[in-house]
């Protein structure tokens, strides 16, 4: 059940979820999608996350532009008036590393994510991928959004889902904006909030030693997973996992 007591850090109120038998407070988790799909891949986490007493938000941007997003995700962090972990799936990194700034948000966690530096965007980091390295099947831009071809779009984006899953997610994609790809941030919340890496060391989209590189520049305490580019999907409780402890974490 929610509770309202005082936030920590002065005169915000704040929302606690407890567990059903009174155990601990817990802080709220909002969870934020990538390009090429919606909210609701993240039915797996969600359901793993509530059962264990979490109020959860899912954020359904509309990967427009970077500066979109970020107003649809600093939205949902205000209704849930509480301390806030701000989790982020591929794209949906670079969303978290410009909106974590807000004063709720107390860790970030990348899942198989973007997490850039001042400046950067998604266009910029995929700008040079290392020798060898998997090419993602996008296709070339339609009236300024992307897709990716979808006859690949399971063995690049979902080689682990569950077939008929993978191939919903392949013929339901979301139009990803260009002007997305070119957001760049302003100032990463990660240089001064605590954050937390899921490495899948099968991606196809993210090159593992780029994810591990990013990881290891945020200052970030990492897991890694075998599992591909849809790690959320396929294996949530391990997700799930990663998001607890941030929530568990005391700042």
């Not at 994510?113 to 296709?139: H, T, Y």
């Not at 919903?168 to 990660?190: R, T």
């Not at 196809?204 to 849809?230: L, T, Y």
Request: hydrophobic fraction near 40%.
């Amino acid at each position: 059940m929610n509770m309202q007591q005082a936030n920590q850090q002065g005169s915000k109120g704040a929302t606690s979820t407890r567990k059903s038998n009174g155990a601990e407070s817990r802080k709220a988790i909002a969870l934020v999608h990538g390009g090429f799909v919606d909210g609701s891949g993240w039915a797996g986490v969600y359901n793993i996350l509530k059962d264990k007493g979490y109020n959860v938000a899912v954020v359904q941007n509309p990967t427009k532009s970077l500066a979109e997003d970020v107003a649809f995700t600093k939205s949902a962090i205000d209704s849930l008036k509480s301390e806030v972990v701000l989790v982020g799936h591929s794209y949906g990194g670079v969303v978290i590393t410009e909106a974590g700034t807000h004063p709720q948000v107390t860790d970030l966690v990348y899942i198989a994510a973007f997490a850039p530096d001042k400046g950067e965007s998604v266009s910029s980091l995929i700008a040079n991928p290392p020798p060898g390295a998997p090419v993602p099947p996008i296709l070339p831009p339609q009236d300024g959004y992307l897709f990716l071809d979808r006859a690949k779009f399971a063995a690049s984006f979902a080689a682990d889902v569950e077939p008929g899953t993978a191939s919903f997610m392949a013929d339901s994609q979301v139009p990803w904006g260009v002007d997305a790809l070119a957001g760049a941030v302003s100032e990463p919340a990660w240089k001064n909030k605590p954050s937390y890496y899921l490495v899948t060391s099968d991606d196809k989209m993210i090159p593992p030693p780029a994810q591990r590189k990013m990881a290891e520049r945020a200052k970030a305490r990492v897991s890694e997973v075998a599992g591909s580019h849809s790690i959320y999907v396929s294996k949530p409780r391990e997700v799930a996992e990663i998001i607890g402890k941030a929530a568990a974490s005391s700042n």
